[in-house]
């Protein structure tokens, strides 16, 4: 990752004045990631680095469609309380986030825009009240995306192993996007527990699990098999969908019927 080589007009970190003037913009995309550990051998900024380069790569596709969006910088730090158990974990309140991005997009309102995008890299957070809350109290659109259910439908065409914290996924996207930052070598066979409740094994009871407890080395899965040209076929999966709801969506005038689709008479 590096700051200050390109100006794009659909960055507000990197554009200016001079071209914000001239530009009407439609949807602005946030991505949330977090801070905190992935196993032995993935940095701490892993949903960070993943929800950055999601928001990144998939605003640049849709501009390249309709020149109307407005990525922020993606946020690093959010829900992670559950995680305290392992050292230097950073954890912030819902609430505060809720509070934080709420603050965010009511400066956009004031500056006319009125589509919202969540970009969503970290499973710890739960956006759905604040969408429903946020919407109604500003007459805007928040729309929600947890970046890793996009390609639910091609992930056994491009891995082995289940998407756990840590895994075969994570560990592919981190040799894509920073793989200077990934100590493989490091990686261990994480020891999982179960629950001892056979109705939370059935999954009609769950609750949230603390990482410290279940897992010897905050991981849920053997990272094993992970190559880069995995965590870049997921990534232009994933972005190519992206980019192109967001091209669509900042061409779609709001009316009385939005987001629907209007009744067509018969
Ligand atoms: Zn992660």
């Known amino acids: 990752m590096s700051f200050g080589e390109d100006i794009n007009e659909w960055d507000l970190a990197t554009t200016n004045l001079s071209r914000v003037r001239g530009q009407l913009y439609e949807v602005a995309v946030l991505g949330v990631g977090s801070m905190e550990p992935h196993n032995l051998h993935l940095p701490y900024g892993e949903d960070f680095?993943?929800?950055?380069?999601?928001s990144r790569e998939s605003c640049a596709k849709a501009w390249a469609k309709c020149p109307s969006i407005l990525?922020?910088?993606?946020?690093?730090?959010?829900v992670d309380c559950n995680l305290m158990g392992f050292p230097m974990t950073v954890s912030v309140s819902q609430a505060t986030v809720n509070a934080?991005?709420?603050e965010l997009f009511t400066s956009m309102r004031r500056?006319?825009?009125r589509k919202f995008v969540l970009i969503n890299g970290h499973g710890g957070n739960s956006f759905t009240s604040f969408v429903r809350q946020f919407q109604h109290d500003l007459d805007v659109h928040v729309f929600l995306i947890d970046w890793w259910e996009v390609c639910r439908d091609c992930y056994d065409q491009i891995f082995t192993r289940p998407d756990e914290h840590a895994g075969q996924c994570e560990t592919s996207l981190a040799l894509?996007?920073?793989p200077g930052?990934?100590?493989l070598h490091k990686a261990v066979a994480p020891k999982v527990k179960t629950f001892?409740?056979?109705?939370m094994r059935r999954g009609w009871v769950s609750t949230i699990r603390d990482f410290a407890?279940?897992?010897?080395?905050?991981?849920?899965s053997n990272p094993q098999g992970a190559n880069k040209e995995a965590g870049r076929r997921y990534l232009d999966v994933a972005t190519d969908r992206i980019g192109s709801f967001l091209a669509e969506l900042a061409s779609t005038p709001i009316d009385e019927d939005f987001p629907f689709a209007p009744i067509q008479e018969k």
């Not at 680095?49 to 999601?54: C, E, G, P, S, W």
């Not at 990525?71 to 959010?78: D, E, N, Y």
């Open 49 to 54: 680095f993943q929800a950055d380069a999601v």
């Open 71 to 78: 990525r922020l910088p993606t946020m690093p730090f959010s």
């Open 100 to 102: 934080f991005i709420g």
């Open 111 to 113: 500056h006319g825009l």
């Open 176 to 178: 894509e996007l920073v």
């Open 181 to 183: 930052l990934v100590e």
């Open 196 to 199: 001892r409740f056979e109705a």
């Open 213 to 220: 407890r279940m897992t010897d080395c905050c991981s849920l």
